[in-house]
């Protein structure tokens, strides 16, 4: 199956830092990646959907300025967490579909990188 | 709203037994539903659902669409301790642009 890359796979850091953590899909190219939030004993919460070459979209409720989204390529999405406090604390993980176009088949399926633990002091 | 909700939210199980986890949505634009293993990190993925009926199988695993009463299920059967883990549910949707929305996910747990 595709291979999506995360990294880093844990950051601690203090409080009012800006982190960033990447996502690359290795063997496709993925116009379209996702970021999620996790909590723990939670499900995976949609932040935004990121788009190569253009302004991500995000969900309701979810800052912009906080979490900035670059897509800059086709197998690159970074997510940066400004100013970050401890309340944004939390397990973040990117997906990226492998869309191989027409209609729905098996290779349209989403795929996870491995996660980031972020813990901010 | 869209929404994706999954029961039971936990469980816990003897080795042997077989088990049926729920996923019901209610969304717009409904593409496809699909099921992830989540252990420690990443999800891993298990079915793509796009068809009512159609029963996909992978070895114990399986599991159904049915579109009209809007749900599906997953079957886990001859259940290993190796299964424990939160079985997620994801529905794709087209509502202007493609995501995907998760439920709540199953924990289960395989006694020895």
């Known amino acids: 199956g595709a291979v999506v890359s995360q990294h880093p796979s844990r950051v601690i850091c203090k409080s009012g830092t800006s982190v960033k953590i990447e996502c690359r899909s290795l063997?496709?190219?993925?116009?379209?990646m996702f970021w999620y939030r996790q909590f723990p004993k939670q499900s995976l919460m949609l932040m935004a959907t990121?788009?190569?070459?253009?302004?991500?979209?995000?969900e309701q409720g979810v800052e912009k300025d906080k979490f900035l989204i670059n897509h800059a390529s086709l197998t690159l999405s970074t997510l940066t967490v400004t100013s970050a406090h401890p309340e944004d604390s939390s397990f973040y993980i990117c997906?990226?579909?492998?869309?191989?176009?027409?209609?729905?088949?098996?290779?349209?399926?989403?795929?996870f990188g491995s996660g980031t633990q972020l813990s901010v002091l | 709203e869209d929404k994706v909700v999954q029961s039971p939210l936990s469980l816990v199980v003897h080795e042997g037994d077989t088990v049926t986890l729920n996923c019901s949505y209610e969304?717009?634009?409904?593409?496809?539903l699909l099921w992830y293993k989540q252990e420690k990190k990443a999800p891993t993925f298990l079915f793509m659902l796009?068809?009512?009926?159609i029963e996909k199988k992978s070895g114990r695993l399986s599991s159904i669409l049915d579109k009209k009463e809007l749900f599906s299920i997953l079957n886990i059967t001859a259940t290993q301790t190796g299964d424990s883990a939160v079985y997620l549910c994801?529905?794709?949707?087209?509502?202007?642009?493609?995501?995907?929305?998760f439920g709540t996910g199953t924990r289960l747990k395989v006694l020895a």
């Open positions: 994801a529905v794709e949707t087209t509502s202007g642009t493609y995501k995907y929305i």
């Open positions: 990121s788009n190569e070459g253009s302004k991500a979209t995000y």
């Open positions: 796009t068809s009512s009926g």
């Open positions: 969304v717009t634009n409904f593409r496809s």
């Open positions: 063997d496709f190219q993925a116009t379209t």
């Open positions: 997906s990226a579909r492998d869309w191989r176009g027409g209609s729905i088949g098996e290779g349209e399926k989403l795929f």
